[in-house]
């Protein structure tokens, strides 16, 4: 993992990111058999977006990211949601094994990754995770959808030609949440030695020009994000390559990926 989500990207990320409908915590929850007895650990939790929900359906939730504007921000969201039950660690997928000292020998339900497995040494991971888990806790892996850019539907491909003549170059980067980025998932959990198993939830949602841009900056290094008002320019050009709309409707599938320990 590597911190670069800080300042105005974290704040971006905070208000424009998606956060997870109850679907996807009922899957969580179905998969690990998670109840108030457990902890949970949510690797590279960025501003909570999986790690909140989570706290009400579990007795703990350790958010670890390594930049802290990100959990700044999470911590904030979690007090704002009077959520008592989350902390918040700087720390990276390389830090497992102290979490793990830290933790006493206590084991936590599940460990969760989700967005940002594409930063991490998934081999080393998985294999670090696995003497952390209780009895029929496991690792899920959570695709939050396809990136605004790359989907199959007429406001993507407008964003994304906005987006190319902002950074003056082609936008292909899937962050690893396509077929070949879930078959690595897969293989590394099977190479650790768990049995994988696999679920999607669908939904469509509203998607305003707002949380588009805002989810494109959300995505952006602090050195790429455009002057104030080259991103007011931004926004007016996708409004208008939009045909004036501020609103479309974006079909979502989140995929959930567990492992179990053999």
């Not at 102290?98 to 006493?104: I, K």
């Not at 936008?171 to 099977?190: I, K, M, P, W, Y």
């Not at 190479?191 to 494109?216: F, H, I, K, N, Q």
Request: proline share 5%; net charge negative.
């Amino acid at each position: 993992m590597r911190a670069s989500f800080s300042g105005e990207v974290a704040t971006y990320y905070a208000r424009h990111r998606r956060g997870y409908p109850p679907e996807v915590l009922d899957a969580l929850v179905g998969a690990f058999g998670l109840s108030a007895e457990d902890a949970v650990v949510d690797l590279g939790c960025g501003t909570g977006q999986l790690s909140l929900p989570l706290a009400a359906r579990v007795g703990t939730v350790i958010g670890v990211d390594p930049e802290p504007d990100m959990l700044v921000l999470a911590r904030q969201a979690a007090l704002d949601a009077a959520t008592v039950n989350a902390m918040w660690m700087l720390g990276t997928d390389n830090d497992l094994p102290a979490l793990g000292r830290l933790l006493g020998g206590r084991t936590i339900g599940a460990l969760t990754a989700a967005v940002a497995i594409h930063f991490m040494d998934r081999d080393a991971l998985f294999r670090a995770a696995r003497p952390l888990l209780r009895p029929g806790g496991g690792v899920a892996v959570v695709t939050n959808g396809a990136p605004l850019w790359l989907q199959d539907a007429d406001w993507s491909r407008a964003l994304r030609d906005c987006l190319e003549r902002l950074l003056g170059h082609p936008v292909t980067a899937a962050c690893q949440t396509d077929d070949a980025g879930r078959l690595r998932n897969q293989d590394a959990l099977v190479r650790a030695g768990y049995r994988y198993a696999e679920s999607s939830v669908r939904y469509d949602a509203p998607l305003t020009v707002d949380d588009m841009v805002g989810g494109v900056f959300s995505a952006l290094s602090a050195d790429q994000l455009p002057s104030t008002q080259g991103r007011a320019t931004f926004a007016a050009e996708v409004r208008d390559a939009l045909g004036g709309r501020d609103e479309v409707t974006e079909g979502v599938r989140v995929w959930l990926q567990f492992g179990t320990p053999d």
